[in-house]
Nanobody
């Protein structure tokens, strides 16, 4: 049974930083790509970043240069370092196991999701 448990969300002022963590169990973590998504109030869940098993990374344009995804295979953990946070980054952030980039350049969601962690950016 695959479980993904996020943590690290909270309330932060605009311009501040947060680091999210996602601990995975029930899968061979090191061979899986891992991803982060977010869902703002009243909006659909959208892709934020992914990191492949070989550490290749891919970001949504809205977070490039501000967010960094990383992984620690020894700890079965994927991180999302978020810097220079903006009001529009306010959302519930979800961890996703085994996302992929299709040959058309689209993002295919993995089937396993965490429960989400709330990030609120205030002015």
């Amino acid at each position: 049974q695959v479980q993904l448990v996020e943590s690290g969300g909270g309330l932060v002022q605009a311009g501040g930083s947060l680091r999210l963590s996602c601990v995975a169990s029930g899968l061979i973590f090191s061979i899986n790509a891992m991803g982060w998504y977010r869902q703002a109030p009243g909006q659909q869940r959208v892709f934020v970043a992914l990191i492949a098993s070989g550490a290749y990374t891919h970001y949504a344009d809205s977070v490039k240069g501000r967010f960094t995804i990383s992984r620690d295979n020894a700890k079965n953990t994927v991180y999302l370092q978020m810097n220079s946070l903006k009001l529009e980054d306010t959302a519930v952030y979800y961890c996703n196991a085994d996302p992929a980039i299709t040959t058309q350049g689209n993002i295919r969601d993995g089937i396993y999701w965490g429960q989400g962690t709330q990030v609120t950016v205030s002015s």
